[in-house]
């Protein structure tokens, strides 16, 4: 039987200030996580001193790893960049801000291997108004527009099979999509209550218009796509494994 393991991806854009504070608090799961856990920093092209951070991090930990983007490309490639650099039987997501805390990712593996994918549900959001009627707006729309189900799809606390996530269409903006495109491959999700803080230091990278236009353009980007995502299943197979050489004439 396969060991089970886990490697939580931690994307990072300019967040120093919450650096040393989020490894307290990932610590503190470390020690109670029932799985081997590995965490991975992905560097999306910080210029604020957080890549000398996390090396120093990493040194001292061997718990930590990370990988470095050559430049800013967003956090639907930094989720990707760290799925392809994973090779646990599971994928853990959070953010750095400490909004949201690893601790709770004790909650998700009672529902392992059940489903596909645990997805968080931030209760009593402590953000700011704006940033709360943008996201109300946002996943009203969502649901509205594809169906899913899913009460916080942008919630940063998230385990997925990694079978599921590797094959997961990236696109720019997927990361929103996330529990919907583990559900487009015929995977479940389960949603859990988890709690949530207010910024711990830093800024935040979303404004109002990315907070909503984003959102609600990516939305139309999945209707299409999901219209033409290829899914299939297999009912007999029988492949060679024989390498017919030929012979020069």
């Known amino acids: 039987m396969e060991a089970k393991s886990l490697t939580i991806i931690v994307p990072v854009y300019n967040e120093i200030e919450c650096l040393e504070r989020f490894c307290e608090s990932m610590g503190a799961f470390l020690q109670q996580t029932p799985l081997p856990t590995k965490v991975l920093f992905v560097n999306d092209g910080s210029k604020d001193g957080s890549a000398e951070k996390i090396r120093q ?9 990370f990988i470095s983007l050559d430049k800013n490309y967003g956090l639907s490639t930094a989720i990707k960049a760290g799925i392809d650099n ?3 039987t599971y994928i853990g997501y959070i953010d750095s ?11 998700y593996f009672e529902f392992l291997p059940t489903y596909q994918m645990v997805n968080g549900i931030r209760m009593g959001r402590k953000d700011t108004l704006v940033k709360k009627l943008s996201s109300k707006i946002a996943n009203s729309f969502r649901r509205l527009m594809i169906n899913d189900g899913i009460q916080d799809t ?5 385990i997925m099979d990694t079978a599921y996530a590797r094959r997961i269409p990236f696109f720019n903006g997927m990361h929103r999509f996330l529990p919907a495109l583990i559900q487009l491959q015929g ?3 389960k949603q859990v209550p988890v709690q949530h803080f207010e910024r711990y230091a830093g800024t935040a990278k979303y404004h109002l218009f990315n907070r909503l236009w984003g959102p609600l353009n990516d939305t139309f980007a999945f209707r299409w796509m999901r219209s033409r995502y290829i899914n299939y299943s297999l009912s007999d197979k029988h492949i060679s494994q024989t390498i017919v050489k030929h012979e020069q004439v």
């Open 57 to 65: 991090i990493c040194q001292r930990n061997t718990s930590y790893s």
């Open 86 to 88: 994973s090779e646990s």
């Open 97 to 107: 801000d400490l909004q949201t805390s690893p601790l709770d990712f004790l909650l």
């Open 154 to 158: 942008c919630c940063p606390l998230k």
């Open 187 to 189: 995977g479940s999700v």
